[in-house]
């Protein structure tokens, strides 16, 4: 397990290849015990000095966003929804999200998504939607869900740690069991849009060394607090035969999921929940693997549960795969 503070999925996958491959990067840090106190200060008061015209950006572009957030809030935010608390329980109790596998045979996968008239890329986000559909999470408004599409800005050499942007795609769940030409034009569209506007948070990078922890909390309770309850959709790609290698010996299944720790059930109930998707090709294996990990507000929140969630909906895309 790898914190999203160290390292995006892709990069994740890119540190596995090289660990096996027993290829190193020089990242230019100075070896452990390498300096002495006078000069660690030295050298890291002018990394600092050198830092603070990025740092400054970055707390005007915090202001701004921070402004600009507020009143959208204020615009859209439908009244507070009741948090429903177990009886007996305080709400404040350590809950484990439910997630499950599913692994698909690739060309039946890619046959589905051109008979659909779209992508491998955009079958999986039509199935995000369907699944955000049947767990409530379509706006008010006008019915569709909001997708949050996970694109990979990661070039070759890049050693950021985080290298994502977020693509914000609205689809309508209802056509995409047979039909997903309108969803593979709305993202698109947003893919165009993302480009052409970066998007602004990422100007913030520069203060997370001064940004305390509980701070980082509130941003997040924020973010998972969006009105719209927007869907993740993550997709990793072809990640290439040398993944399923890691021991040495040829894998027969492969997975790779999302998680949150210390999460409680309040915080999830006043959330919202949520509903994240991430898939990854394996063309050695000849399947594609999509982990689902999900939490409805006052439903059944139990790995079968979610298990027969997901094979009904497989279903209404003339899908069939293996649900673990």
Same mark, same amino acid.
């Given at each position: ?64 966003? +921070? *402004? ?5 809030? =204020? $615009?859209? &935010?439908?009244? /507070?929804?009741? @948090?429903? #608390? ?72 890049? +050693? *950021? ?5 977020? =693509? $914000?795609? &609205?689809?309508? /769940?209802?056509? @995409?069991? #047979? ?91 006043? #959330? ?53």
């Amino acid at each position: 397990m790898t914190s999203h503070y160290l390292l995006d999925g892709l990069g994740l996958i890119v540190a596995l290849v090289e660990a096996l491959l027993g290829n190193t990067r020089d990242l230019g840090y100075p070896p452990p015990r390498s300096r002495t106190r006078l000069r660690a200060v030295v050298q890291d008061a002018r990394q600092t000095a050198r830092d603070a015209p990025e740092v400054a950006r970055a707390l005007v572009a915090f202001a701004r966003l +921070t *402004r600009r957030q507020r009143r959208d809030t =204020a $615009r859209s &935010s439908p009244a /507070p929804r009741p @948090v429903s #608390t177990p009886r007996g329980s305080d709400g404040d109790d350590a809950v484990i999200v439910p997630g499950v596998t599913i692994g698909i045979n690739l060309d039946h996968w890619d046959a589905r998504a051109k008979a659909l008239g779209g992508t491998s890329n955009t079958l999986a986000a039509g199935l995000t939607a369907k699944l955000g559909e049947r767990m409530g999470r379509r706006r008010a408004g006008d019915g569709a869900v909001t997708l949050q599409v996970v694109m990979s800005d990661r070039t070759e050499g890049d +050693t *950021r740690a985080v290298a994502v942007s977020l =693509a $914000r795609v &609205s689809i309508d /769940p209802t056509r @995409v069991t #047979t039909d997903l030409r309108d969803a593979r034009a709305a993202i698109k569209q947003a893919l165009k849009s993302l480009q052409e506007t970066p998007d602004e948070s990422l100007q913030l990078a520069p203060l997370a060394p001064f940004t305390p922890k509980r701070t980082w909390k509130r941003g997040v309770d924020a973010a998972l607090a969006d009105p719209d309850r927007p869907v993740v959709c993550s997709n990793l790609g072809d990640v290439g035969s040398v993944v399923g290698w890691l021991d040495g010996t040829h894998c027969d299944y492969a997975y790779a999921r999302g998680t949150r720790q210390h999460v409680t059930r309040q915080s999830l109930e006043r #959330t919202g929940g949520q509903l994240q998707l991430l898939s990854f090709r394996t063309p050695v294996l000849g399947k594609i693997f999509i982990h689902v990990l999900a939490y409805q507000p006052g439903a059944e929140n139990t790995k079968p549960a979610l298990r027969e969630l997901a094979a009904r909906t497989l279903a209404e895309f003339d899908l069939t795969g293996q649900i673990d």
